[in-house]
């Protein structure tokens, strides 16, 4: 399980690190994490599973939210799962840890136990996402951001 939170929280944190990195609103590019970790992971069905992932942000600059964010984990080009993720409002000028909601759900033609041998293996090698996300202002005004390709590697111990 704890391959699988790696997974998850590598996603996520650079899905969010990206869309606040690509938004034009001055100063959002001085935000910084501070933590990363996950508050629980509880299997839902034999092919699904929910967590609430914790992630620590320093923000110096103006409130906004990370929304509709959904993705795809792919090993070797083949797709394993796919995830959604709640809102995260992000407070303005503020140092403090976000709890965000998030759905995995398996691919088709993809077993429990496919995933268990890729965990097995305890390297994230050949592991990589597709993450698409909303970042807006309080207005309203935002973006969508679309990464391919995401290498997880770089998340591992």
């Not at 083949?78 to 691919?107: D, K, N, W």
């Amino acid at each position: 399980m704890k391959f699988l939170r790696k997974i998850g929280i590598g996603v996520l944190l650079l899905g969010v690190l990206a869309g606040l990195w690509g938004c034009d609103v001055a100063k959002i590019k001085d935000l910084s994490v501070t933590s990363v970790g996950v508050k629980y992971l509880v299997p839902t069905s034999s092919r699904s599973m929910d967590a609430v992932l914790l992630l620590g942000l320093d923000n110096p600059s103006i409130s906004f939210t990370v929304q509709d964010v959904t993705g795809v984990v792919k090993h070797y080009d083949r797709e394993i799962a796919h995830f959604t993720a709640g809102e995260l409002p992000v407070q303005a000028r503020s140092v403090q840890v976000y709890e965000l909601p998030c759905t995995a759900v398996l691919a088709d033609k993809v077993s429990l136990l496919d995933l268990l041998a890729i965990a097995a293996r305890r390297s994230m090698e050949g592991l990589t996402a597709d993450v698409k996300l909303r970042v807006s202002l309080k207005g309203g005004k935002g973006t969508v951001l679309t990464f391919n390709g995401i290498d997880l590697s770089q998340f591992s111990d």
